[in-house]
């Protein structure tokens, strides 16, 4: 198994917009995820600003680093029913790198309960469908799973899953489950930390009935220090996650 990305999520405006671009660049496969909802994400306030302070530095200094943001409440609702971006966070959906390439590739939707059962699936099949250049991620559970059925099974878009074992409750499994559908990318999180993910990644290595290339995780509250991203455990986890692949190289 190899990983596609070593996913850090939720730094936020506290944290200095150079260390996240140098923790991005420790390993071709970090990426930093930003939560993005209009409580704190909406223009004006603090995470915006600092969020448009960081995307400006990278377009400008031409850095080489993996963006996704995680979209939620009721601008993941918005998209899950409408099949449109919300005005607030187009300016960063457009943005490009200097080749014209995305500059944020990957958008996660973390669909809420009443959410899933008022998804368009159609609507949100055409968004993703005319966006192919970049990547739309489904947290995968019990309440989302007809989605990813319906997307699946349906119609001819590509997409990802997250498949979070612990359901959201920050907790790493016992044994951890093969990806769901053939040639559809599969991220895996749920308790993930520094001092486990080697341990995890055997586990979620040991679950792939055959050998991956499009599989990822995401780490998120372990990586936190009194509640705040602390950037020297993002960095031990991307670096002891880096460790694992040099060790099972093949």
């Known amino acids: 198994m190899n990983l596609k990305y070593i996913t850090c999520s939720d730094p936020r405006e506290f944290n200095d917009i150079h260390d996240i ?3 991005a660049k420790i390993s071709p496969r970090a990426e930093i995820a930003i939560q993005a909802h209009p409580s704190k994400m909406s223009p004006g306030m603090p995470r ?4 448009r302070e960081l995307v400006q530095y990278v377009i400008r200094d031409k850095h080489d680093i993996n963006l996704a943001v995680h979209v939620n409440r009721e601008w993941c609702d918005e998209i899950c029913r409408t099949g449109k971006f919300p005005t607030e966070l187009r300016e960063f959906f457009d943005l490009c790198q200097c080749d014209l390439k995305p500059l944020i590739k ?3 939707l973390n669909i809420p ?3 899933a059962k008022n998804t368009n699936v159609f609507a949100l099949a055409c968004l ?3 966006n192919v250049d970049r990547n739309f991620i489904l947290q995968y559970n019990a309440n989302t799973k007809h989605i990813a059925d319906q997307l699946f099974y349906h119609t001819p878009v590509m997409f990802s899953l997250l498949y979070d074992a612990s359901g959201g409750r ?3 499994p016992n044994s951890w489950q093969d990806a769901l559908f053939p040639k559809i990318p599969q991220g895996y999180s749920g308790g993930l930390s520094p001092e486990n993910v080697k341990a995890n990644l055997s586990k979620i290595s040991a679950a792939q009935e055959y050998p991956r290339d499009d599989i990822w995780i995401d780490a998120e509250g372990k990586l936190k220090t009194d509640d705040k991203f602390d950037i020297n455990r ?3 986890y991307i670096l002891n996650a880096e460790n694992w692949l040099i060790q099972h190289q093949h």
């Open 128 to 130: 993703i469908g005319n």
């Open 113 to 115: 309960v009443d959410t």
């Open 48 to 51: 915006n600003e600092w969020f």
């Open 21 to 23: 671009v140098n923790l």
């Open 106 to 108: 990957r958008w996660q």
């Open 170 to 172: 920050g907790i790493s």
């Open 234 to 236: 993002a960095r031990q």
